[in-house]
């Protein structure tokens, strides 16, 4: 399975909650910039999975528009403070899928992307915002991935 994974764009500051906070103008500029990027590269997930929290769902958002419309799902798996084994477990219903795109949050996203690739650092890989990384995951599990890509979206 190729899986990728987004951190994402620029949000707002603080907010009433913490999945309340919205992207920026600049956020949303990088979201747009990720999904141009995906769709000159022929990067299609067959499923782009989002946690519910409002600044992933606008980047997920912009990025299925750029693709043509990828179904978007929430997932409350992905929520911020996702653990490795978490994204493991809530993975486990997706394993018909091809590809997939996780829109989530640092450093949960950089701790599974490490954990997948057989980094042992506590912290995970420091992921910028709206960064996109690519795995070929051939098992959910430590070692079950090898690196593709990691595109800033400085370079999009």
Known sequence: MMLYLLRHADAEGVRTTDAARELTAEGKRQAEAVGA?????GLQPELILTSP?????????????????????????????????????????????????LVGHQPDIGQLAAVLLGINDAGGIPVGKATLIGLEVERLAPYGASLRFFVPVEMM
């Not at 990027?37 to 590269?41: A, K």
């Not at 912009?62 to 929520?79: C, S």
């Open 53 to 101: 929290y409002r600044r992933t769902v606008q980047t997920a958002e912009a990025v299925a528009r750029a693709l043509g419309g990828v179904k978007l799902q929430n997932e409350p798996f992905l929520k911020s403070g996702m653990d490795p084994q978490g994204a493991f477990d809530g993975l486990q219903a997706y394993g018909w899928a091809g590809s997939l795109l």
């Open 37 to 41: 990027f995906c769709q000159r590269q």
